[in-house]
């Protein structure tokens, strides 16, 4: 089996195609579309914001102090329009937005109560219109505000009170690392899994479909090896891919979130990844093992089944949905491991590594759900050797 | 020793839509089955070379597939070297040295890689290795392209390395399943010159073949299959006898002439 392995490996290790998808893409193109998308769209966000932007007034008359106050900020610039259509006027991107002030749009709070101001834009693309007006207009609100409460004769205490009667004060009794982990835990095994297929998916693959149509499977069925042990050799390679895939890409993203990213973002992680202890890393680690292992199986067996790369390409292509499911299952508020969703393959794993990341753990639940998933993973590996000493399956 | 008595095989018929007008008028039809191999027997000798004669479907391929251990025989016994291939199948493995149709090389290992893997799967150690892939390319002429790896070869450098492989481990008995097929005149009078040191060595070589005059060349014994069933099994001086050429011959065999 170890011999089978290491040629595996060797071979693996000399494909192009494999070390760029297993070692390159990872350590070098993920990060790069991250950041690159990163970039681009702070970029755009910044653009949007300094943007100058062309708007007019209807009804200005109504309310002098806010055109006044809107036109004297240096990105907004008011434009006048005539009898033309404004919606128009928008569209062809001539205004950026139209203003329409009712009568009583600058009459006293206490006077004429709630006014509507109607704000035009065109709101489908990326732009920060409403949150540069609201900026505008609350100073100017909050000044008439202040105005009705002092005719009122209210004391700046009855103020607070009136607009806020009831403060309700959260004291969280859960650790930070429990807040975060709950929010973030459930990526963890979402990654993991689907990059461990994705790692395991080219080898498998190569190993099985790859050598039937190259004709080196024949070739190697004569050697004079029981079948079991060219499976195992196989199936072992194809599982430490995956891992290794899995871990490469961790590593990468967190290597590179510490190399670009800003100084806060490097406390954050630093501070995230340091309250996880050792233990549960390994835990984690070990998790993925029976994981990568079920994977490998199957996709060994889909391989072994197919008659070219091709074929074997289009039944894995489907697999990954089988994947996604559990975990997004995992992802679902209010799933938790306990009942049946701790016997659900995958999805307890995940909900697993979930828990590891928040730091709530049950260590004797998880012997019982990688016991599981060992037994899983042991029952497909058995089948893809029956499968695999299948003569309708080897020649097809 | 390699001795063939009585072999079936047979295959289930999946979709018999599928199959071709001819397929559906082949008398090995039978139901749901297609009897790829009915009734296939011959014997090689110590130092005796087998042709394995046939037309294209007679089931020459499945014949050596079950020779080779890859399928098991419905039917039948094979002995090589004295062992049953059925029931001891790694053993026999052991005393065959086989070359299938397709070279089947490990395309990113070198040849001197490809021929040493299947050495150590054989229980060879490293200098053994070493000194058998040695010995063997300085037999096949090899010595030019070993360490390179074997996609980029020729026809002529993949049908040696297979060879090469396919004897790494001193065998009993060789198999050679059309090793000539594709090749130039030098590689392929490369592969008859081995074949011929395989018989000097007392080796008992079977080989399946189109190429007649090679059979006439080299071979003591002829087989020819048609159908799934011997149809010729007797020494090459009579098989000659048989037609005014090596063609005239076959195709009187096939026609039961």
Redesign the interface.
Known sequence: MW??MQ?EL??LL??KKTLFFMIALPLLLFPAIFGAVGFFSSKAITEAENKTLNFAVIGAEHHQVLVDALAAVDTLELKTIGDEDFKTLIKDKTLDFVVELQPNANGKLLEVGQTTVNLYLNDAGLNQIQKRFNKVLDGITEGKRADAFAELGISETQQIALLEPVIVEKINIAEERENWGERIGGLVPYLLFLLCLQGAMFPASDLGAGEKE?????????????RTQLVLGKFATIALAGIVAAMVTVFSMALWSIIIGNAMAISFVIEIVGQISIIDFVLMFLMLVPVASIFAAVLLSLSIYAKSYKEAQSYMGSLVIFVIVPIMIALMPGVELEGVWAWVPLTNVALAMKELVKGTMDYVQLIAIFSSTVVIAGALLAFCVYWFKQ??V??R | MISVNSLAKRFAVENPKKLTTQEQNDPRLKGRFFYSVEDVSFKCEKGQVLGLLGPNGAGKTTTLRILSSALKADKGEILVDGKNVSEEPIQARKSLGFLSGSTGLYGRLTGRENISYFARLHGYGKTQTEQRIEELSSLLDMDDFLDRRSETYSSGMKQKTAIARAVVHEPLAVVLDEPTTGLDIMATQTVLDFIKNLKAAGTPVIFSTHHLEEVAELCDLGTVIDHGTTKFMDSIETFKGLGTSMNDAFLNVLKGA
Do not use: Q, S, W, Y
Not at chain 1, 214 to 226: I, N, Q, S
């Open positions: 011999m089978i040629k060797t071979e000399r494909d190259r004709g080196t499977l024949e070739t190697l069925l004569l050697a004079p090896v029981d003569e309708k080897l020649f």
